[in-house]
């Protein structure tokens, strides 16, 4: 046992899982960034590049393309109305025609109404099923960056015991856990800047959406108000209002198209990960750590075993070896001669399986070692004759080496199933499956609300002001009862 080194080299391949160049998912369309002179975006799914945020963004260019026609055509009607004047002939209608204009005012007024409610629900619920997603994604990424932590501390306890035996592997796990320390923090600055970038885009989608449609209802129910009133610069007034939550709406609608595209694009980086398994070739697993595929983190896991079930198989045949010279049973002995063995928690080749329960029931456990070593040392100035009588046969000389690897093997063990989980990515993998199998669909579905409820309340709007100008050039210069659907005259004229 004496003669053994720990072969830990083998940790090396553990940092090589978080040192690959990132990759992002392949946008399933190509967008124009206007950050970069409108060039074709190619970058995919990385919430941490603005030029992906702006070439998301810019997908809604046909809302605030319609917003701003809205605007100019509005300035345009309303320069040509204070120029010339809104003083056209009186025409003498019947009082169905101002009826019907009445309840076509009123049924938009519900439909917005209508509208601004669904938007009002579908505002909460993407809100609240966006923060649980990404939530759910950087809570894996901190988890990670625990267990990275933990597996740091293991790795520095059995540094410091291999430190005065054995200085090359000593200084090859300081560069190990080096490594290791410079991951969590790149996994660190990742959950801060993702979350800050994330949080903030929703926030804004939220606040725009819920101040709009605030104002909108206020809007609206002013409006109904002097509808019945009947005041003819209310309505004057009224229009120009509405103008302008128009072209608004149309802003929120480009707005709101974006994040469902950005929603979209979310989710089908999730679920590309979830049937792929594949981070090469996807921005999900790319920016939060480069884990292993599965085939690279079966080699690494099958290494460490191979590396214990290699110390426990030596030190069980050194031990037998030491036994057998220190106690030499003779013939009459030799049937019932038996040294108890290590427990092996790994099993033979290829793999090197952690199987922690299929130890014999006879067998050593790796945390009982150094208390049954200290039992079987025996000491430097004790006569071998004592020792062997006792069945001491284990030199003192080496009791310290190998207690040194004895707890380094124990610390190895106790840190493999931290070790498993990053090499695999299990955190990161459980989340994303948990979000493509159970968080998407909703999400999409709520983002999609939102943006179609937007989209119909503009189209509403655009309709309702100008059934507002129509009534505006009703009203002009004629009396109405309160509450009445026609003006006097025609009422009398009935």
């Known amino acids: 046992m004496s003669n053994f080194k720990l072969p830990l080299i083998c940790i090396l391949l553990f940092t090589s899982l978080f040192t690959h160049n990132s990759s992002v998912l392949a946008s399933p369309f190509v967008r124009p960034d206007p950050l970069n002179h409108f060039r074709l975006y190619q970058g995919g799914y990385d919430i941490r590049n603005k030029h992906y945020w702006a070439s998301a963004a810019f997908t809604g260019v046909h809302g605030y393309a319609t917003a701003g026609i809205w605007m100019i055509f509005g300035l345009g009607f309303g320069t040509y109305l204070m120029l010339k004047g809104f003083n056209g002939p009186f025409l003498h209608h019947p009082s169905s025609y101002f009826l019907v204009c009445f309840a076509l005012i009123a049924m938009f007024i519900l439909i917005a109404i209508i509208f601004s409610s669904l938007i009002l629900v579908a505002n ?274 080496r009791y310290g080496k190998t207690m040194a690897y004895i707890q380094s093997v124990e610390n190895l063990i106790a840190a493999y199933p931290d070790l498993q989980s990053l090499a695999g990515c299990t955190p990161l993998k459980h989340a994303i499956a948990d979000i493509a199998s159970h968080q998407c669909k909703p999400f999409r579905a709520s983002v999609k609300l939102l943006w179609a409820s937007i989209l119909t309340l503009s189209i509403d709007l655009t309709i309702l002001t100008l059934f507002w100008i129509i009534k505006a050039y009703q009203e002009k210069g004629r009396h109405f009862s309160l509450c009445s659907t026609a003006p006097k005259n025609h009422q009398q004229n009935l």
């Not at 809100?127 to 988890?143: Q, V, W």
């Not at 800050?196 to 101040?211: E, T």
């Open 124 to 397: 909460q619920s993407s809100l609240h099923r966006s923060k649980t997603l990404m939530d759910t994604i950087f809570g894996a990424a901190s988890n990670m960056k625990q267990t990275i932590e933990a597996v740091m501390q293991g790795f520095l306890k059995i540094r410091a015991l291999l430190q005065p035996y054995d200085r090359q592997t000593s200084e090859l796990l300081n560069r190990v856990t080096n490594q290791m320390r410079k991951e969590t923090v790149s996994i660190q600055n990742f959950v801060e800047e993702a979350r800050q970038a994330s949080n903030r885009a929703m926030k804004a989608v939220y606040i725009a959406n819920l101040v709009f449609v605030t104002a909108n209802m206020v809007v609206l129910v002013t409006g109904c108000v002097i509808l019945f009133l009947h005041w003819y610069p209310g309505f004057i007034i009224l229009t120009v209002v509405c103008w302008i939550l128009t072209t608004v709406s149309w802003i929120l609608t480009g707005f709101d198209f974006f994040f469902h595209i950005f929603a979209g694009d979310t989710c089908a980086a999730f679920e590309d990960f979830e049937q792929n398994q594949n981070s090469k070739n996807n921005g999900i697993m790319s920016i939060l750590s480069s884990c292993s595929n599965l085939s690279t983190s079966d080699k690494f896991m099958a290494k460490i075993g191979y590396t214990v079930h290699k110390y426990i198989a030596q030190s069980n045949s050194e031990i037998a070896s030491l036994a057998f010279k220190m106690i030499q049973p003779n013939d009459q002995s030799d049937d019932s001669f038996m040294i108890q063995k290590i427990c092996d928690p790994f099993s033979g080749p290829p793999n090197y399986t952690y199987t922690p329960g299929n130890c014999q029931q006879d067998a050593i456990q790796i945390h009982d070692l150094p208390s049954i070593l200290s039992t079987l040392t025996c000491e430097k100035n004790t006569p071998s004759e004592i020792c062997k009588s006792e069945g001491r046969f284990f030199p003192q000389s």
